[in-house]
């Protein structure tokens, strides 16, 4: 089975930079994905990482290393508007047509 | 850009009746996920679609069922709604994952369903 574990909540202030770290245990690792998710609505993709390392996206970037088991989520210059829940989810290739799992979200909040 | 589209975007039914979720994939786009997040619960797999035909299935009760249509729309039917079944229903389209490659989904905006 999949085991997907991240801190239930984080709170940051505005402009400072926030890491929301997921651990996992899963067989078959095929691909870790960070989504955001505001109250009642859809979870929105974040980005994806497969092999190890660091992928930068704008103000967002996502580590992974796979043999620990890991992956973090960087926020930087953080705004209001990040104020939401962020999803760690993976895929196993015991379900090689993309099944998400995901963990139970951190909810982070940023102040003024 | 086109996202994915869902319909009713609420409900309200009571216990014991049916109801029929529905689901419109992004254009070109043709596997098609359902998910059912509970309130302050991640969002858990029930079903999915590829090409029309059931590709993997998660924890979908047996009173729930679901297809693919030829115009890859999806159809989530659930039957003898229990109290326990209120919850958000999200869809979410990809294009054709292959063997060993994952690629992301991106999710339309949910049904709220409301049991009474």
């Known amino acids: 089975g999949q085991n997907i574990d991240q801190p239930t909540e984080m709170t940051a202030t505005e402009g400072a930079i926030v890491q929301i770290n997921c651990t996992y245990q899963?067989?078959?690792?095929?691909?870790l994905f960070w989504y955001q998710q505001h109250a009642g609505e859809a979870p929105t993709f974040l980005s994806y990482?497969?092999?190890?390392g660091l992928e930068e996206k704008g103000r967002f970037s996502s580590f992974l290393s796979r043999s620990k088991g890991y992956s973090y989520l960087l926020l930087k210059e953080l705004q209001m508007k990040d104020s939401a829940s962020y999803l760690c989810?993976?895929?196993?290739?015991?379900?090689?047509?993309?099944?998400?799992?995901f963990g139970r979200g951190t909810q982070l909040t940023v102040w003024p | 850009a086109a996202g994915v589209i869902q319909s009713p975007r609420h409900l309200i039914k009571e216990k014991r009746e049916t109801a029929t979720l529905k689901c419109y994939p992004i254009?070109?786009?043709?596997?098609v996920y359902w998910y059912q997040q509970g309130p302050g619960q991640d969002p858990q797999f029930l079903i999915s679609?590829?090409?029309?035909?059931?590709?993997d299935k998660g924890s979908i009760p047996d009173r729930f069922s679901a297809q693919q249509f030829s115009d890859y729309h999806s159809e989530l039917n659930m039957s003898s709604l229990e109290l326990g079944d209120s919850a958000l229903y999200f869809c979410?389209?990809?294009?054709?994952?292959?063997?060993?490659?994952?690629?992301?989904?991106?999710f339309g905006p949910g049904t709220r369903l409301t049991v009474t």
């Open positions: 979410a389209s990809s294009q054709t994952v292959r063997q060993g490659i994952t690629v992301e989904q991106y």
């Open positions: 899963t067989s078959g690792f095929n691909g």
């Open positions: 990482n497969v092999l190890d």
């Open positions: 989810a993976v895929t196993s290739r015991g379900s090689t047509l993309g099944r998400l799992y």
């Open positions: 254009p070109r786009h043709d596997t």
């Open positions: 679609f590829y090409e029309k035909m059931q590709s």
